[in-house]
């Protein structure tokens, strides 16, 4: 899972950053916790780093995704930027009602 959250992260970055460009690299650095036994800490202290090939499949399928998503996304946004609006409208005139300008 945090491959695929690392993988996400990077991408989007990319998208909206145009300093950041080149392949992705991704890796993770695990290390033993307390209370495991010693053949549990061996094999579990280890770094790995995903191939270039894992990396890529793992970029593509989560282009695909936000792609499906997209639309779908972003009228819910659309939905609560406006709901946010009307609030604030009508904060806004209730204020002016109560209190209007002077002229």
């Known amino acids: 899972m945090g491959y695929v959250v690392a993988a996400y992260i990077v991408g989007q970055v990319k998208n909206?950053?145009?300093?950041?460009?080149?392949?992705?690299k991704i890796g993770s650095i695990s290390q033993p916790f307390r209370g495991m036994s010693d053949i549990s800490k061996e094999l579990w202290d280890h770094?790995?780093?995903?191939?270039?090939?894992?990396?890529?499949?793992?970029?593509?399928?989560?282009?695909?995704?936000?792609?499906?998503?997209?639309?779908?996304?972003?009228?819910e946004i659309q939905g609560a930027l406006y709901a946010i609006s009307v609030k604030e409208i009508m904060r806004m005139m209730s204020t002016y009602e109560q209190n209007p300008p002077q002229n």
Not at 16 to 24: E, I, K, L, Q, S
Not at 47 to 60: C, F, S
């Open 16 to 24: 909206h950053d145009a300093y950041c460009g080149g392949p992705t």
């Open 47 to 75: 770094a790995v780093i995903l191939n270039q090939d894992e990396v890529e499949e793992l970029e593509k399928v989560l282009t695909e995704v936000d792609l499906k998503t997209k639309e779908t996304r972003n009228k």
